[in-house]
């Protein structure tokens, strides 16, 4: 399971890619290339997602497949 920080979308973003067992320098290419203002528009709505995964004990990258 992905701890989830409940405020920092690219550092649970990168968690989840580490989980999933991608190395870091690889994990960091992508989680780079996002502007100052594309992690600032998604962090509201991350924060809401979380919160409403932590409100149902639900880890917001589980695949589809772990939920059942």
């Known amino acids: 399971s992905v701890a989830v920080s409940q405020s920092d979308c690219m550092a649970d973003i990168g968690s ?12 960091s290419v992508p989680l780079a290339s996002w502007s100052q203002s594309t992690k600032k528009r998604y962090r509201s709505p991350w924060r809401a997602w979380s919160n409403w ?16």
């Open 53 to 68: 995964c932590s409100s149902r004990a639900s880890a917001p990258f589980r695949h589809r497949s772990q939920m059942c």
């Open 16 to 27: 989840a890619y580490q989980a999933a067992g991608f190395p870091e320098e690889v994990t």
